[in-house]
């Protein structure tokens, strides 16, 4: 891949691979971080990411190991998650059905939710979410099942602040 090849890649993927992982790990700035972390990765092994049959699944899946790490360090040394690293970009706020959504997401058990995102945010068939994911497809299929009736339960509450699909807040 070179460098041009993979500027397209890049700007093609970004924010797509953002959204992803942010739904599975509910932090805007710490997906961007590792999404960006991710391609700074693809690039250094760009001739193995030549050889990937799917390229942007690598980069996801690098960029929420990235997280997952950096979530653990952080937990196990109980201190705040570094913010040196530059002003955070500028992006346009997530509409309220959406962080309704991470919300709900971020209830859900890890494996449900990656299954989720991987499957509904991502597009990924079951075949190749159950690739990426390690396991075979009829678990894939049984997350997706307990993780979409669990979200619907969530999202279904009206409680205070609660969120009722294609209910308008104005």
Excluded at 119 to 131: F, G, N
Aim: proline residues 5%; charged residues 25%.
């Amino acid at each position: 891949m070179d460098e041009l090849e993979f500027d397209e890649f890049y700007s093609a993927s970004f924010q797509r691979v953002v959204g992803q992982v942010y739904a599975m790990i509910g932090n805007r700035d710490e997906a961007q971080e590792c999404v960006q972390e991710a391609f700074a990765r693809a690039w250094a092994h760009r001739r193995k990411l030549d050889r990937a049959e799917h390229p942007e699944a690598w980069v996801r899946t690098t960029a929420y190991r990235l997280a997952v790490s950096r979530w653990r360090r952080t937990t196990r040394a109980r201190r705040p998650v570094d913010r040196a690293l530059g002003a955070p970009t500028e992006t346009a706020p997530p509409n309220e059905a959406h962080v309704a959504l991470v919300a709900a997401l971020k209830q859900l058990p890890e494996a449900q939710r990656q299954a989720l995102v991987l499957h509904h945010i991502a597009d990924l068939p079951v075949h190749d979410v159950a690739r990426e994911v390690g396991v075979p497809e009829g678990t894939i299929k049984a997350r997706l099942s307990r993780g979409r009736a669990a979200l619907a339960a969530m999202l279904a509450d009206e409680g205070p602040g609660g969120f009722q699909e294609g209910a308008s807040h104005a």
